[in-house]
């Protein structure tokens, strides 16, 4: 019987490997017709056991000869990110293939191949199948492609208005000012420690989004109901229903309900219901339950608007400019004239995927913008400058979205969104495909060539954003003798924030009369709004070089909610006070205040070194990308009040020359060197690394 069962074994084994085999030579054959540059990999990156396991292997497989392991780097689900634009460079390519026996994918970093991708949406669908797991609640103009997403989208952009913009711009003002509040004490005098600034970001963010979104509004927690808060989130048995924000008929408040869902999201995805339901774990079993009460409040909302529309009772007002009131409204058009008219179910699904991204980008974006601007004084001082010239000592109470918002768009806010934008894209890898669809030509480094079908496509953004092809440079200018990242742009600063590259006077801020005009909202017959990503004051780089919001016909549906909502949380925190790093862990903070200039560029390096090393290292992508390991602690100052200079890092340099020459990478990284395969040599034609490229040398071809 053993030795039956060992036989089929082997035989099951043998068939499993002769298939690898079949099928490698297959795309291998494919990829070698299509003309573009190709790497040959062991693992198709998708495939869900290597996603599954593949951290448990690495390890190990590094320690093999770099010959037999190149393609891991290839693997990795965010290389492109890691590696940014030098993995482009190693392979001498700004687009290639990697080939394994379980499929082709193709990557680009090439803005031309890009604006070609996104402007065929027939010929370069987007791949739904990996997005089912975020139809939990509903069909949405995520998940969908074809006529059902034109459904979709018709239905959902109407909604994303200007008049929805301006509801926006007062919800985020209230809830950043709360924010910065909470920070800096109710006297103002701030200097405290932050240390749960990404927590807040999120709240903020989360809040914004249920006013401007839900039309429910949120409202700062107080510390008494912020620890209510937190109880009921950690042990909901130990405090009373009355005691928190539950409404009648629910077991959770509106407010947990929705933290709980968002935080525990892959258990959403990737676990059946019934098994959530059922789980031995209570933190499953809180996960389901948060997935039915948020379900259920989302569900009367569309109720109650519903009623208030059948008798007559809406207001035209800003209360009801929120998004979900204005998809009841399509819901119930009679006159057949407004948008497709989605279910009760598809309502809940779009608004599932709205509050899903939407709240991350922006409180990503948020929290990335502070701790950029605590690395970077300069540009932060600009920032204020310009601030002062916009809003004129005006209070935020006094702030009006027509009149002001133009100058933080045509501004430093705006190039400092931008930069940001540029460096922590939401999505480092904007997927597409040629599944279902036959196979597509593709002018790939001015040659045509042929995108084979069934192929997966990744418009990677972080190496584009990063591509010197494309943007202007300058040399680096960190201090310690390295560049920003340890293997990517080793040779200029486009790692590093410097958000005065999309000014267009290099370190001036344009406010006069032509930097108050945002850009014309131009919607095609999908609801798609064309207009530019950033001011006409500001750099324009070529089509399909940046892409934060996606381009062309499944571009992001809330860019501008994310753009207002960004800019006036930077203008509430700015306006009055200094963002610096806290050195706590360094220094005390009464020695630092009697530290001369010099001592404090010291101190200050150090924390700064450890920002930067997590803002590399501790990053990862879930739903979208963000710090995953690691925090960072801040103090918000009174501007004036600052205990470092603007020029603090200037002074570290000019005390440190021994350490300010040449490039060195940070411990940790695998640093191809020279004679393995040079990343800095390989995108010039006819250099040793390239021929070897040619030739086959590490399965590039």
Known sequence: MLLYLALGFLALFAYFGLNQIFLFRKNLKIAKASGIHYVIVPVFFLERFWLVTHRLWIKGLRKLPDRWTYWIDFCLPDFSFDYRHEIFARVGHDTFLTVAPGGISLYTAEAEVISQITTRRNDFPKPTHIYKSVDIYGKNVVSTEGHIWRHHRKATSPPFTEKNNHLVWTETIDQATNMLTSWVGEDGKGDKTVTRIMDDTMRVSLNVISGAGFGRKIPWPTAES????????????????????????????????IHCLLDNILFQFLLPRWVLERAPIKRMRKAHEAYIEWGNYMR?????????????????DKSQMDILSQLVKGQMSTDGKGPPKLTDTEVLGNMFVIILAGHETAANSIHFAILYLALYPHSQRLLQKDLDHIFQGRPPSEWDYDRDLPGLFGGMP??????????????????KSTVGVSDQKLIVEGRECIVPANT???????????????????????????????????????????????????????????SREMPTEAMNEYGVNEASDTSDRLYKPPKGAYLPFSDGYRSCLGRRFAQVEVLAVIAVLFQNYSVELDVNKYAPEEKVIKMDEDAKADVWQKAAEEVRDLMINGMGVII???????????????????????????????????????TKGRPGW??????DEPHTKMASSGSPAVEQVQAGKFGLK
């Open 456 to 514: 997966y496509i990744s418009l990677s953004t972080a190496a584009a954003h990063r591509n010197p092809r494309y943007w202007p440079v300058h040399k680096p200018s960190l201090p310690g003798g390295h560049t920003a990242h340890p293997v990517s742009n080793l040779a200029n600063d486009l790692e590093e924030f410097r958000p005065e590259r999309w000014l267009l006077k290099d370190g001036e801020a344009h406010n006069d009369d032509a």
């Open 624 to 662: 979208t990308l963000q710090m995953r390991s690691g925090t960072v602690n801040v103090r918000f100052v009174r501007r004036g009040e600052e205990k470092f200079p603007d020029n603090v890092d200037e002074i570290w340099k000019r005390n440190h020359p021994e350490l300010c020459t040449g």
């Open 414 to 431: 705006g190039a400092i969104l931008a930069e940001e934008l540029r460096l922590m894209p939401p999505v480092i890898g904007i997927p």
């Open 670 to 675: 695998r640093i191809w060197k020279a004679n």
């Open 300 to 316: 009367e909302m569309v109720s109650t608007k519903k009623e208030d529309l059948e008798s007559g009772e809406e207001k035209q």
């Open 226 to 257: 912020k620890a209510k808060e937190d109880l009921e989130y950690i042990d909901p048995s130990k405090i009373k229903n009355e005691d928190v924000d539950i409404d009648a008929g629910h077991s959770m408040s509106y407010t947990y309900a």
